[in-house]
């Protein structure tokens, strides 16, 4: 790296990246509720404390420095690579952005991208109807949404792994547990026996092998 460049201390990449994340997850998943804005909103505070590690100040590193340098002396912990802490630690040579973890991270984060755009088409047009939905990602499991952001999340963390990330993301699987079961229970009270027999035969958040074989073999 250049060292004529800073690897930190970048606040307008800061800035930039957690309003180009935030925008696109907005675009997809356009909360309404009030209940929509707080789960956007924890995602979105997920986002800026990453970004904010990545490009402004890494507290991680620094908390760790003194483990990192005794145990890993031949890497250099200041440069911006080195916030790769996974490659860094199961010493990848190359860039780390050509490493496995980076590259599994850009498939988990593009798969959510991919179940939040999706499962808002799915969802706006039977709201628009006033019917549940059940088709599309809905007919595999009942919050592709959810799932989304959760493994947009992961796949940061696999990226650019943060103390304050790991912390967070732990909270946020039970923030969206609890909202997705507040939604069932709201759900049930609108669409009665139908919500029922969706919910008999479709699971919460990891979809049934069969459903998925069975998609593949069409």
């Known amino acids: 790296m250049n060292s004529e460049i800073p690897s930190y201390g970048l606040w307008g990449l800061v800035v930039l990246n957690s309003a180009v994340f935030i925008f696109f997850a907005f675009s997809f998943f356009k909360p309404q509720t009030r209940r929509d804005w707080r789960s956007f909103g924890a995602f979105s505070a997920f986002l800026v404390?990453?970004?904010?590690?990545?490009?402004?100040?890494?507290?991680?590193?620094?908390?760790?420095?003194?483990?990192?340098?005794?145990?890993?002396p031949e890497v250099n912990w200041l440069t911006h690579d080195s916030g790769h802490l996974l490659e860094m630690l199961f010493g990848w040579q190359g860039s780390p952005h050509f490493g496995p973890f980076h590259l599994l991270s850009t498939v988990f984060i593009g798969g959510g991208f991919y179940l939040i755009a999706a499962g808002w088409r799915t969802l706006y047009a039977a709201q628009k109807d006033g019917e549940l939905a059940t088709t599309g990602l809905y007919a595999y499991v009942r919050h592709p949404q959810y799932v989304g952001f959760v493994l947009i999340?992961?796949?940061?963390?696999?990226?650019?792994?943060?103390?304050?990330?790991?912390?967070?993301?732990?909270?946020?699987l039970w923030m969206y547990s609890r909202l997705s079961i507040t939604e069932e229970r709201e759900a049930e009270k609108t669409f009665g026996e139908a919500w029922q027999h969706y919910a008999a035969k479709t699971p919460r958040f990891f979809p049934r092998l069969r459903d998925l074989e069975r998609k593949v073999r069409r």
Do not use: K, R
């Not at 990545?54 to 003194?66: A, D, N």
């Not at 999340?153 to 946020?172: D, H, K, R, S």
């Open 49 to 72: 404390a990453l970004f904010t590690e990545m490009y402004g100040f890494p507290l991680t590193i620094y908390f760790l420095s003194g483990w990192l340098q005794s145990h890993y």
């Open 153 to 172: 999340m992961f796949g940061f963390l696999l990226q650019w792994p943060t103390l304050l990330t790991l912390i967070m993301f732990p909270v946020l």
